[in-house]
DNA sequence: GTCTATAACTCGATAGAC
DNA sequence: GTCTATCGAGTTATAGAC
């Protein structure tokens, strides 16, 4: 008996849910803005991973988060990891694309900066600074950072997989401009350069407590002007003598 | 009947058990090692932290590594969180004391390398090289780097409990020596060199892949030598020019 | 003080009703 | 194809026996 009932208020309400559903769905094609399902979860979990890390988010937030039913994230996707997955290959693709065009528009020239800064410029700015408004690549890259501290076997695969082509491609444009190194030393100054990079979108919220507020790493503008002069110095340093350090034996 | 056997079997078994924690106890106050039971849990859950991050690893696996009772750690730190707080607590002195003690050792000199590398290494050194052959102090670090990234809310207050005064301290001393800097620009590449830094030491295998293994963070001289190179040359750069960027208007 | 047992959750994943 | 219900394994934390 009651069961019966429960199961006819049960299906009312499914029905209900349903049909609101289809609208916003309507409404979403109509305005060109993502629709589908798993869409709208691979933008969620996207931000949501970024927020809080990708262990921190479970499944069900993220389906929450949607309106959607918690078994659509193992539906569409398979597994968390497969969506996250998902991700990387959705995301990755506009970076680099963005990177490449970047350097191919670099060039020297009377009026324009050094080599150096432009390669650098062309490198930083599409994980760094929003093209269109568009929040996505810069939280993309947040996820990244945090997800190569957070989960290192599971990132070290997919950083592979994505960037391993357009590092090389930029370590290589850049040993070019930097004929005074080995090769040796432009790794670990990209390397110095990615850290600082990760830590800029990450953005622990340490240099604001320290600056007390005068420095910012959302203001996209600035950290990628102060990044690129940073790092060019850097770069153009003479290498490094790893006999010159004196302190040693200070600590006993 | 057959509780009463296995009562009295398991109450001989956790008297042996005892008996020969108590030899093993012995023999570590014998020889000033770390002996206690909190002692042991300290050391190995900042080991199994700075391996595997802070959540992706339970007391339960913390306990059953320190072969001490499930109930071990609450009983002596009252909660996961707590013990963290303790690790912090234990190590942040030492290591700040390292610093203090460095940074007191920097003066100028004609056979000394030049001030602002000094204060660099005063500040690196001591999280980058272990002093006595101590793995302590680095994978402490790599702790706070990975704790940084993965759980935000948790790690701010920590660092800022723990580092504010030194990571204060050694700001104002580099102010001292570049007076071509606004204060913004100091904090900005402050916040470089610290991304700099917790990347060598989380250390998420990037720059083995790119540069096919010939530079290793795990090299702690050479990590050292190449930090204090590319940073100081970054911190001597002229104030950036954030109009000089040119590439911003390539990606329509 | 040290242990077991378990409470009280949350997680990812899935089977099966609809 | 969308949902509910639930499995089984994980977690932190604690009460109470010894």
């Not at 949501?48 to 039913?69: D, K, L, P």
């Not at 350097?103 to 080599?115: K, N, S, Y």
């Not at 100054?189 to 007390?212: K, M, N, V």
């Given at each position: ?11 009312s ?16 094609r ?68 963005a ?9 020297p ?22 093209p ?24 070290k695969?997919l ?33 110095f ?45 003479p290498?490094?003598d ?11």
């Amino acid at each position: 008996m009651l069961p019966a009932i429960c199961r006819a208020v049960l299906t009312s309400r499914r029905k209900l849910a349903n049909q609101s559903f289809k609208r916003v769905f309507e409404t979403f094609r109509m305005s060109d803005r993502a629709p589908t399902t798993p869409d709208k979860i691979l933008d969620l979990a996207e931000a949501m991973f970024a927020e809080s890390g990708y262990r921190a988010v479970s499944v069900r937030s993220i389906t929450r988060a949607c309106g959607v039913n918690i078994a659509a994230i193992h539906y569409h996707f398979g597994s968390k990891e497969a969506l996250l997955k998902q991700i990387f290959a959705k995301r990755s693709a506009a970076i680099n694309n963005a990177r490449f065009r970047l350097l191919e528009a670099c060039r020297p020239g009377p009026e324009r900066p050094p080599m150096l800064e432009q390669i650098l410029e062309a490198y930083l700015r599409p994980s760094l600074v929003l093209p269109n408004g568009d929040v996505g690549a810069r939280r993309f890259m947040r996820l990244r950072a945090i997800l190569a501290h957070e989960h290192a076997t599971l990132s070290k695969g997919l950083i592979s997989k994505h960037f391993n082509h357009v590092s090389g491609t930029f370590i290589g444009a850049l040993m070019k401009e930097l004929d005074h190194l080995p090769a040796r030393g432009v790794y670990w100054r990209f390397h110095f350069l990615l850290g600082a990079q990760y830590f800029t979108l990450a953005d622990p919220g340490r240099i604001q407590i320290l600056s007390e507020g005068a420095c910012d790493p959302a203001d996209a503008d600035a950290a990628l002007a102060e990044l690129v002069a940073f790092t060019a110095a850097g770069f153009r340093a003479p290498p490094a003598d790893h006999h010159a350090l004196i302190l040693g034996t200070v600590l006993s």
